[in-house]
């Protein structure tokens, strides 16, 4: 089988194809150039686009004995993902860009370029599982590493997809990946993870938001108020600077009169306006979601022990009710989460397989 395999410069991505190499495949290494000016990242960056990982990449790919390309998706990234994520938060909401990266660029840019070119998979250093079910579908598992599964940030990933890919590390935890890599000699054993959003250079989301958005900026400014009572709290320089959930940062001139901490509960662009309030206020056990996508057939309603829903990549599973209406999804939390803010992905799963995701749209707070 001929395979293209996405080299991001790190450890995962090396090995997998490596390991594809081994499995005899006919295997091309590819790095995705993402970012217009990868110098203006930080030194040492990780992520996938700097001229370091490219680097890196391609030393791994000489050592594996692979060709190896550099595709330029930099105009694709920023129209589908970037400017995703500006909207997003511009509208008051909480992306997830790796969500959006896997769903529009790795498995579906990169997969339609080469299956245009004759290849027949992509194979990516992703932690998840992919086996046969006994309808002939494949399914999605999570990885035998929990603590590395990313089967969360694949659940865009629809059935087409899944059938013409390939996660040669699912079964493998990270320090075996780590050892396999020094074996191998490959440079990249030791290299660290990535962290943080690839494309934000130094880590300051706000900042980063505020520079960009320019006049799509929905305010510079507004009122922090008390979501009980309506009281202004403080004032702020702009709603792109906050999350639902967030604690740290709010500058408010009025201590809480309980002398507990405050939390920002609802973000409201046009107006300007942060709610914060206690704790209690972010619990949430109703969800609804739409942009649905399913990895294999659309159930309709799906209940019962095994049935979860996970709301953030390294959170926690809930169990859950899922009702689905055509692209509106419903998920009713046997016990409620906390902090769950609009524009992030509830990804629903039966057992460990992957049933699909949506992206969260609104929230109804549990009745206290």
């Known amino acids: 089988m001929r395979v293209l395999a996405a080299m991001s410069g790190g450890v995962d991505s090396a090995v997998a194809a490596a390991r594809a190499a081994e499995a005899g495949h006919d295997v091309t290494g590819i790095h995705l150039a993402l970012s217009r000016n990868p110098q203006s990242y930080r030194t040492g960056a ?102 590395k599964d990313q089967s969360y940030v694949l659940g865009v990933l629809t059935q087409e997809q899944l059938a013409r890919s390939l996660f040669p590390l699912g079964d493998t935890t990270k320090d075996v990946v780590r050892a396999e890599a020094a074996e191998r000699g490959l440079l990249v054993a030791d290299k660290p993870d990535s962290h943080d959003i690839c494309f934000v250079a130094d880590g300051d989301t706000a900042g980063w938001l505020k520079e960009k958005l320019g006049d799509r900026n929905p305010n510079t400014g507004g009122d922090i108020v008390d979501a009980a009572t309506g009281a202004v709290l403080g004032q702020h320089e702009g709603t792109v600077a906050f999350t639902i959930g967030q604690r740290k940062g709010l500058r408010l001139g009025v201590p809480a009169a309980d002398g507990k901490a405050r939390f920002v509960l609802d973000i409201e662009p046009v107006s300007g306006t942060v709610s914060v309030g206690g704790r209690e206020g972010l619990q949430v056990d109703r969800i609804t979601g739409t942009r649905a996508r399913w990895c294999g057939t659309v159930p309709g309603v799906l209940e019962g022990p095994g049935v979860t829903v996970q709301l953030r990549a390294h959170g926690a599973e809930h169990r859950a009710t899922v009702t689905v209406d055509g692209d509106r999804v419903e998920v009713t939390l046997h016990d409620p989460a906390e902090g769950i803010a609009p524009g992030q992905a509830a990804v629903i799963y039966d057992g460990t397989r992957v049933v699909g995701s949506a992206t969260i749209t609104a929230t109804a707070r549990v009745d206290l």
């Not at 589908?80 to 511009?90: G, L, N, T």
């Open 46 to 147: 990780r992520g996938c686009c700097t001229i370091e990982d490219s680097n890196d990449a391609r030393r791994a790919a000489d050592i594996i004995g692979i060709p190896f390309y550099v595709w330029d998706l930099s105009d694709r990234f920023h129209e589908d993902v970037v400017e995703d994520f500006m909207d997003e938060y511009a509208a008051g909401r909480t992306p997830n860009p790796c969500l959006r990266c896997n769903e529009k660029i790795k498995f579906a840019a990169v997969l339609d370029r080469g299956i245009a070119l004759g290849f027949d998979a992509v194979a990516t250093g992703h932690y998840a599982q992919l086996q046969t079910g006994a309808d002939g579908l494949i399914e999605m598992h999570r990885a035998v590493d929990h603590g």
